[in-house]
């Protein structure tokens, strides 16, 4: 039986405000809880009209604030078409450790063949989360994709704070924990000839953040950049982190999107955790990611 399920009902409930009708675009959910797929945009145009890409521009802004991660299907756009429209939502985020393409460090390169060691992506993780100011979202566009597999799923973060008791609510209240990312990022893209730097950001986060755009509280520890909660014996942050994260990771807080070639997912750091699979060797996956900008949680 679900952790979330017993006799009087499931512990979580989503109520979602059925909201304006769009007049631009068309959003299909994929669940109740997360994820939409957009119709009706062409971001290589999008991002060079005029009035009429302003008000889609609005529109999507407020499906990504209402679905935490949006899909677009067949989407043929050049690499500085897929700069600017990450551009569209803030000041774009360089990685700190990843290759990127066409000299510009913006532009993230996201490649797995039958020759690599390892592909992005595969364990549940908010991106870059050890930033002092973490990206607030990223935009993956995959150009080459596997005939079956290489999914992604995506995890509410809202909806895994909201599920919690109270009594473990006024718990977490209050509480930091470290994120770092010299674990994860030493060593991890040697195959790409890409040499080591120095050190790799860290940094203390809210174990819950309040979510800058919708005022609405989400949990914020990940099992890929979050080491310990502050202020506590580490055997008890072990354990409460490995609940947390267990509980993150319940499949009624999930989406998963199928990958079609020339699709793309934008997706929002602050209130999701992403899980790319693995499951698709020996064959290629190709594709570029941007990532805007976010701002310290609190």
């Not at 989503?14 to 994820?35: C, F, M, Q, R, S």
């Not at 509410?156 to 470290?178: E, F, H, I, Q, V």
């Not at 009624?252 to 020339?262: A, G, I, M, V, Y």
Request: charged share 25%; glycine share 8%; aromatic share 10%.
């Amino acid at each position: 039986m679900s952790s979330l399920a017993g006799k009087q009902g499931p512990r979580y409930r989503h109520t979602a405000d059925a909201g304006a009708p769009y007049e631009t675009i068309a959003v299909e959910k994929l669940t109740p809880i997360i994820g939409a797929e957009i119709t009706g945009v062409d971001i290589g145009k999008l991002v060079s009209d005029g009035a009429r890409s302003n008000r889609q521009m609005d529109e999507i802004h407020r499906a990504l604030a209402e679905n935490l991660v949006i899909f677009f299907r067949d989407q043929q756009i050049t690499p500085q078409q897929h700069l600017a429209f990450g551009r569209k939502f803030g000041e774009l985020h360089f990685h700190p450790a990843a290759p990127h393409e066409d000299e510009d460090p913006a532009l993230m390169k996201i490649y797995a063949d039958q020759n690599s060691p390892r592909a992005n992506g595969e364990g549940w993780h908010s991106d870059v989360s050890c930033d002092l100011e973490p990206p607030m979202g990223s935009i993956l566009y995959i150009r080459q994709c596997p005939p079956r597999g290489g999914d992604t799923l995506f995890a509410n973060m809202y909806a895994a704070y909201d599920a919690l008791s109270d009594r473990m609510k006024t718990y977490l209240d209050g509480l930091t924990a470290l994120h770092d990312g010299e674990p994860i990022y030493r060593g991890l893209y040697a195959n790409y000839g890409v040499t080591d730097r120095p050190s790799y950001p860290h940094a203390e986060h809210p174990v819950v953040r309040t979510h800058p755009v919708t005022g609405k509280k989400a949990l914020y520890v990940n099992r890929g950049f979050t080491r310990h909660i502050n202020g506590i014996p580490r055997d008890e942050s072990d354990a409460m982190l490995a609940y947390l994260y267990q509980h993150a990771e319940n499949p009624l807080f999930q989406c998963r999107f199928r990958w079609t070639e020339n699709a793309i997912a934008f997706w929002d750091n602050r209130c999701t955790q992403h899980r790319a699979m693995w499951d698709y060797w020996p064959h290629t996956r190709s594709g570029t990611r941007v990532t805007v900008k976010g701002e310290r949680p609190a």
